[in-house]
T-cell receptor, first 115, second 112 residues
Framework: ETGVTQTPRHLVMGMTNKKSLKCEQH?????MYWYKQSAKKPLELMFV???????ENNSVPSRFSPECPNSSHLFLHLHTLQPEDSALYLC??????????????FGNGTRLTVT | GENVEQHPSTLSVQEGDSAVIKCTYS??????FPWYKQELGKGPQLIID???NVGEKKDQRIAVTLNKTAKHFSLHITETQPEDSAVYFC???????????WGAGTKLIIKP
C-alpha cells in the first residue's frame, strides 16, 4: 500500500462508547497530524507528532486521546464523546516537521457520527 | 492571530470557462501559501503552492497569484473540466515551523 490509510471509513458510536481511529502512513514521513473537518469550516488541527513525540495539542478536550507508537502509526482514542464531535477526522503526514516545510499528505478520513 | 478568509464559498462555472478563488490573510509575515483540492470521499491533496518571494506560479491549467501588499492570493483554473469539481482550500503560514491557517473552502461545480 502507498500513501496514508485510515480505518475505519465510517464509525457510529454512542456517547458512552469507547472507540479508536487508526492511521498508517507508508511514505517514510517523520510528522503526523490529526485534523477535524466540519462542514463549511476551516480544517482544525488537533494534534501534531514529530518523530513520535507530541508537539502540539490545540486545546483539544481530553475525551480525544492520541497515541503514536512509531513514526508510521497514529491512533485517536475516543471516549464519552458529544454529538458536536460528529465530523470527518483526517490524518495527515509530512516528510519534515513544520507544516510550511513539506506538503501534507492526507488520508481519506473517518466519518464519525456520535448518537 | 492569523486569519484566512476565502471567497466564494460556492462557485459554479460552465465547462471550459475559467474559475478564480480568492483568499486574504491577516498576518503580513505569512510567507507560504498552499492550495489543496478535496474530491468527494477523499482527503485534501496539494495542487500548487507559492512562497512570498514570487508573485505568480503556474502548473498547466492552474496558477496562483500573490499580492503581498494587499495580502491576498488567488487560484486560477483555466479551461475547466468535470474532474475539477471539488472543494478547494487555501492556507497560509507565517513560518515553516508554524501551523497552517486554513480558509473555509470553496466548492467548485463544473456545469456540463
Amino acid at each position: 500500500e502507498t500513501g496514508v490509510t485510515q480505518t475505519p471509513r465510517h464509525l457510529v458510536m454512542g456517547m458512552t462508547n469507547k472507540k479508536s481511529l487508526k492511521c498508517e502512513q507508508h511514505l517514510g514521513h517523520n510528522a503526523m497530524y490529526w485534523y477535524k473537518q466540519s462542514a463549511k469550516k476551516p480544517l482544525e488541527l488537533m494534534f501534531v507528532y514529530n518523530f513520535k513525540e507530541q508537539t502540539e495539542n490545540n486545546s483539544v478536550p481530553s475525551r480525544f486521546s492520541p497515541e503514536c507508537p512509531n513514526s508510521s502509526h497514529l491512533f485517536l482514542h475516543l471516549h464519552t464523546l458529544q454529538p458536536e464531535d460528529s465530523a470527518l477526522y483526517l490524518c495527515a503526514s509530512s516528510q519534515y516537521p513544520g507544516q510550511g516545510n513539506s506538503p501534507l499528505h492526507f488520508g481519506n478520513g473517518t466519518r464519525l457520527t456520535v448518537t | 492571530g492569523e486569519n484566512v478568509e476565502q471567497h466564494p464559498s460556492t462557485l459554479s462555472v460552465q465547462e471550459g470557462d475559467s474559475a478564480v478563488i480568492k483568499c486574504t490573510y491577516s498576518d503580513s509575515a505569512s510567507n507560504y501559501f498552499p492550495w489543496y483540492k478535496q474530491e468527494l470521499g477523499k482527503g485534501p491533496q496539494l495542487i500548487i503552492d507559492i512562497r512570498s518571494n514570487v508573485g505568480e506560479k503556474k502548473d498547466q491549467r492552474i496558477a496562483v497569484t500573490l499580492n503581498k501588499t494587499a495580502k491576498h492570493f488567488s487560484l486560477h483554473i483555466t479551461e475547466t473540466q468535470p474532474e475539477d469539481s471539488a472543494v478547494y482550500f487555501c492556507a497560509a503560514v507565517m513560518d515553516s515551523n508554524y501551523q497552517l491557517i486554513w480558509g473555509a473552502g470553496t466548492k467548485l461545480i463544473i456545469k456540463p
